[in-house]
């Protein structure tokens, strides 16, 4: 990994007073840096891609939505601190008047990614699950959700609906929070993988 390298001339024309944080950063440093970015990366791919799908294909829909109301504060809190980590580690090495281009947005990607994790952790999963909870209340007094799969049986939760004018509205709701929780989820994949190719470009050797 290559931080922010310049020569000691360079550096003495530009910053006089050389502090600490503009010398090549420790081994230490790299470590958590490298830490927290693949333990949010690796996060993400398995709850995003894997895990999600596995378990709407053999757990009814009360279950997945049980698990997941359990699971995901736990993913979005991990997530948003691994992303004010990397922010903070990476702007320690980088101070402001020393950054290329690169590594201007580089930063600008990690606070990008810090404050759209903190709102899904903060606003929109909390809402989702709170959400989900409750129509999983109408639905058990309906007798429905113990079937496998959240697509199955889409005939009686639409019948449900046209019934339950409360139910409706919370359908409503939770398409429009889970909507906007995976578009944050998306937003900081996006950014996490940005991040990664940074690294990888600035990798001296493997």
């Not at 600008?108 to 699950?129: E, H, I, K």
Request: neutral net charge.
């Amino acid at each position: 990994m290559k931080f922010c390298k310049l020569s000691d001339r360079r550096i003495q024309q530009r910053c006089p007073l050389i502090m600490s944080t503009d010398q090549e950063p420790p081994v230490f440093a790299k470590l958590f840096h490298l830490i927290f970015l693949s333990t949010f990366w690796g996060m993400q791919i398995w709850v995003t891609f894997i895990s999600g799908f596995v378990m709407d294909s053999h757990l009814n829909r009360h279950t997945y939505g049980f698990i997941q109301s359990r699971l995901f504060p736990f993913y979005l809190h991990i997530g948003s601190a691994c992303a004010f980590f990397n922010l903070t580690i990476f702007a320690m090495y980088h101070p402001s008047d020393l950054l290329d281009d690169k590594e201007a947005f580089q930063i600008f990607v990690f606070f990008v990614c810090v404050s759209v994790a903190a709102v899904n952790a903060q606003w929109f999963g909390q809402l989702t699950s709170e959400i989900m909870a409750d129509m999983h209340m109408i639905e058990q007094a309906c007798g429905l959700g113990q079937d496998i799969g959240l697509s199955s049986n889409r005939e009686a939760y639409s019948k449900l609906c046209d019934k339950d004018p409360k139910y409706k509205q919370l359908c409503n709701r939770l398409w429009l929070y889970h909507l906007l929780s995976s578009f944050c989820n998306l937003c900081c994949i996006v950014c996490n993988g940005y991040s990664l190719y940074y690294l990888a470009e600035n990798l001296t050797s493997l």
